[in-house]
């Protein structure tokens, strides 16, 4: 039975002794073929010396076995096997069809290899610069980036991370404010509901620091960084300090800091091929900022948008709009750093938006681009194994789920401008150093739903005994987002270990329901409490309650 050609499509060789198989006697028969494809060619008879003749002319050796004599020449035997080292085909007149056919494949897997080593090429090189840039960035082992490590969070599932931003790197050189905070943000993800919500600190917010700066005891909270940080020799306890404050102003616990300079913006932004920014302005005329048409040798106006139109910027232009605030005699920005605050904002989301952009995840050039930019100048705390949970975070919430809290919201704000010995400050609307509200206008955004939403007055009494209970069960209420106008004990009786009482029985019932479902249904009438005629809810924290579990 013949062999089966082998993966190559050659047919295996036989051993020496089956070639010639057909040959009889010694003597080739006309027109017959061998295996191979070789002509038989007609021979004399086998010498006598090695075999006696037999029958029908059938060599018979000494041993009486049948012997076959091929009469093949060393030349035949040579050109046999040379046809089967250089891949030719059987039969022979496939020959140049077969040449034909191996140079295409050979192509082929050449064209194959070539694109694996591209691609290995593009990945390594990626790879190393993300390994290298990392490792400056990230706190840990690098290659613990395999990891999936879940953010931390705070009690109620929130990941709160710091951005701020100093000008050390400015190109004007060092300065006496290389280290003032003039950028200072805070966004707050939810890792489950795929939500983000962002928030800025005016740096001209005046604060208590804690410790002698350079403006004493108190001033802006810009300086805070630069003072414990010692002008930048101690990062990481500035970051530490400014963290702790931002904690106290928004009333959120924050686990993370980022701290970035000028070059990384510019970087960062003409790394993914710059970024489109919709331009609004309460000025019909746009936006115009003359302090920074020095770069164009005051030939241009190097910040100038109309309002409404979609802006394209490269870096140097993205950081001169969020830094622009209506300086030499422009207009647009009548709000001055709350504006600023606000396109700072949106230059982030813009980034964001772009680097997760097909055509920058496509790009090897942009992600190196990008990844040495945020190597080089930028410092955080995240761990090594968090940034693969970070980045698939960063991809999962959209830009349509990020929200921007306004800290100075026409409607109800909470902070306003002010004075203290000639210097122009912001402060909060309840006063100097009460933030208050302002971390329950936060929460109350945060976790914004039907409830929150109907803003009903709710006041909790303690009528447990224990010092504090009142307090502890309003602030967990105000962290859901509900609005607690007041904390007070609860009049002399025995109350259940959870009581609430609602005014009437039709009002703001998305809050009835949810303040149900933690206390159980509510006693109408609330006369006996004495409370304000807005108050629509009533919490008691009872005896048996002092825990508030």
């Known amino acids: 039975m013949a062999k089966k050609p082998t993966m190559d499509g050659f047919i295996p060789r036989r051993s020496a ?57 060393r030349s035949d035997i040579d050109d046999s096997l040379k046809s089967i080292d250089t891949d030719a085909p059987v039969p022979q007149k496939n020959h140049r069809r077969g040449r034909l056919f191996a140079k295409r494949k050979k192509l082929l897997w050449m064209a194959v290899l070539l694109v694996m080593l591209i691609g290995i090429g593009i ?8 390994i290298m840039a990392g490792s400056s ?45 003039d950028s200072i943000m805070v966004l707050s993800v939810n890792q489950d509901k795929k939500d ?14 804690g410790a002698a700066c350079n403006s004493g005891y108190e001033g802006k909270i810009n300086e805070l ?99 622009a605030r209506n300086a030499q005699g422009g207009y647009g920005l009548p709000n001055g750093n709350f504006d600023r605050e606000k396109n700072q904002q949106k230059v982030m989301v813009a980034l964001r938006e772009k680097a997760l952009s097909a055509g920058t995840l496509t790009n090897p050039a942009k992600i190196t681009g990008l990844i040495d930019a945020l190597g080089n100048n930028l410092n955080t705390n995240f761990e090594t194994s968090e940034v693969s949970t970070l980045l698939t975070l960063a991809n999962n919430v959209q830009t349509g789920s990020i929200t921007s809290i306004n800290l100075v919201d026409d409607k109800e704000p909470m902070m306003t401008t002010g004075n203290i010995s000639g210097i122009s400050i912001v402060r909060p609307v309840a006063g100097i150093a009460d933030y208050t509200d302002i971390a329950s206008y936060i929460r109350k955004q945060i976790n914004a739903d039907a409830a929150t939403k109907e803003n009903a007055s709710i006041v909790v009494l303690n009528g447990s005994g224990v010092v504090g209970a009142a307090q502890i069960a309003g602030d967990k209420l105000a962290g859901m987002g509900f609005t607690i ?18 005014r009437d029985a039709t009002s703001a019932p998305a809050t009835r329901a949810k303040l149900t479902a933690l206390y ?18 009533v919490v008691v924290v009872g005896q048996a309650d002092s825990s508030n579990e």
């Not at 990945?123 to 993300?130: C, D, E, N, V």
């Not at 983000?196 to 620091?209: E, G, N, Q, T």
């Not at 400014?242 to 070059?263: F, M, R, W």
């Not at 025995?494 to 609430?500: D, K, M, V």
């Open 17 to 73: 002794s089956n070639i010639g198989g057909s040959f009889r006697d010694g003597v080739e028969l006309k027109n017959d073929t061998s295996p191979y494809g070789l002509k038989r060619r007609e021979t004399t008879a086998a010498p006598e010396s090695h075999a006696s003749q037999g029958t029908h002319g059938v060599l018979q050796t000494d041993h009486g076995l049948t012997r076959h004599d091929s009469g093949l020449r």
């Open 123 to 130: 990945t390594g090189w990626i790879g190393l610069r993300t």
């Open 137 to 181: 960035v990230f706190n840990g082992d690098i290659f613990d980036i395999i990891q999936a490590k879940k953010l931390k969070a705070d009690t109620y599932g929130r990941t709160n991370v710091l951005i701020f931003g100093t000008s050390e790197d400015d190109e004007g050189g060092e300065h006496p404010g290389a280290f003032l905070t």
């Open 196 to 209: 983000a919500f962002m928030v800025s600190i005016p740096r001209d917010l005046w604060v208590k620091y």
């Open 225 to 323: 960084f630069g003072c414990y940080s010692d002008n930048g020799d101690d990062q990481r306890a500035g970051e530490v300090a400014l963290s702790k404050k931002v904690a106290e102003v928004t009333g959120l616990d924050i686990q993370y800091q980022v701290h970035v300079n000028y070059t990384v913006v510019r970087q960062a932004v003409d790394a993914v091929g710059g970024v489109d920014v919709k331009i609004e302005s309460s000025d019909p005329n746009g936006i115009l900022d003359r302090n920074f048409d020095w770069k164009c040798n005051y030939k241009c106006y190097y910040v100038k948008y109309k309002n409404g139109e979609v802006a394209h910027m490269d870096g140097e232009h993205a950081l001169a709009f969020m830094r």
């Open 485 to 502: 106008d007041g904390v007070d004990n609860a009049p002399a009786g025995n109350y259940p270990r959870r009581a609430l009482y609602a």
């Open 520 to 537: 159980g249904k509510p006693t109408l009438g609330l006369a006996q409490f004495g409370v304000a005629d807005d108050v629509q809810f």
